[in-house]
């Protein structure tokens, strides 16, 4: 590589700031979905257990199916600012607005309500999923190096776990605060505060990025074609599951945290540390994402955090109410040996997509990131919905002292269940065989095919 093609390829610490803050704004209702929008549907907007359960298979199912569709429409935009660029600028405020709309509760009956809680998290879905798959796609073409992208992601990451602190630790006392004992106005003006954060965000990350890696003009794939590809992407296919396995654990975990705080330790306000001490040490655990994956692989370094988190997942069922050391503790490791997984995901997604146009001869980044993001969305539908359905199937009832059946239930869900999937994570791992020495030799057929076109 010539020193002038390593200067094209190398990503500077302000671009690499200027995109990860997009994820700042992804984050901030990706969080929220998953660590607040459950009670918040159940306890102060007033629907039941089961149908949120419900909904929420049936509003994420939908969306997940959007992702390829939005996938194939970003890959064939055509803008003087890229294909996946405008769709940060189009959809800031949509995002913004959809956020609030969510966490809005209407002076309706229950049949209203329940219909205002269906159409406004559907939108916000859709919107998100406009919004995230070109976003995500982003890293497949801000840069053809593989470390690079595994740089970005990283930065990327360090900015969604920094938006996972900020709900975690913000968003109790704020709904507090600015409801003033009413929590349906104080979840809806909190959201608008971040509402108007994500507009922010998502416009500073459209003026900070270019799109470097381009396919070649001259090769237009159909989309029968690029789907044809991607089914026998044999790599991206354990990827695909290992979205699926992930997003279940995180998405059923996530749920429960504030009913097992609640009801089970039996302090509401607890939960925010304890979330926050989780982000704060997952984002430690991203930081040395990179220098561990170059010295003992991305594989190994992904079998080695899933196998860790599974044992700290399990270790929450050994504990009472009284024994927060521990709980801690195991909050702690899981978080740690959570950091490097989502960097490594995003980033061995690309490889995935360079794999493809390299023994193919077409490129297709959004289908690829797409398809990745419906299969972590099925998993957080499924997810969400099983941890809503294990607290209706042990009898959960709002607002009363549990029982000892459904406190059984709520220990589950965020303990040995999670675990189980974990394991099974990384038992899929085994599966993926593209190792740094193939990506590598990836990396520099796919340099030699480019130069002919993009000189």
Known sequence: MSAKQATAEKLTVKEKLGF??????????????????????????????????????????FDAVNDPLMGTIADRTETKWGKFRPYLLWFAVPYGLGTVLMFTTPDFGATGKLVWAYATYGLMMVIYTAMMIPYNSLIGVISPNPGERTSVSSYKFVFAYAAGASVQGLIIPLVKRLGAGDSQKGYMLTMAVFGAICIACFVIAFLSVRERVKPDPAKKSKLSEDIKDLVHNQPWIVLFFICVITLVYVAIRSAVIMYYFKYF????????????????????????????SERIGKKRLYIISMFIIAISSAGFFFAGPQDLIFIYACQIVFSLASGPTMPLLWSMLADTADYSEWKNDRRATGLVYSAATFS?????????AIAMGILSFFGYVPEVQQSAQALMGI??????????????????????????ATVNQIEADLKARRTTFQA
């Open 411 to 436: 220990r589950l869900s965020l303990s040995l269940i999670p675990a189980i999937f974990a394991l099974v994570g990384t038992v899929l791992l085994f599966f993926y065989k593209l190792d740094d």
């Open 376 to 384: 972590q969305k099925m998993g957080f539908s499924l997810g969400g």
């Open 20 to 61: 990860s803050i997009g994820e700042y704004a992804g984050s901030i209702i990706w969080q929220t979905l998953m660590f607040f929008l459950p009670i918040f549907y159940t306890d102060t907007f007033g629907l039941s257990a089961a149908a949120v359960s419900t909904m929420f298979l049936v509003v994420r199912l």
């Open 265 to 292: 330790i039996g302090n509401t306000e607890a939960a925010g540390p304890f979330m926050v001490i989780g982000t704060l040490c997952v984002l430690l655990g991203v930081l040395p994402t990179r220098w561990l």
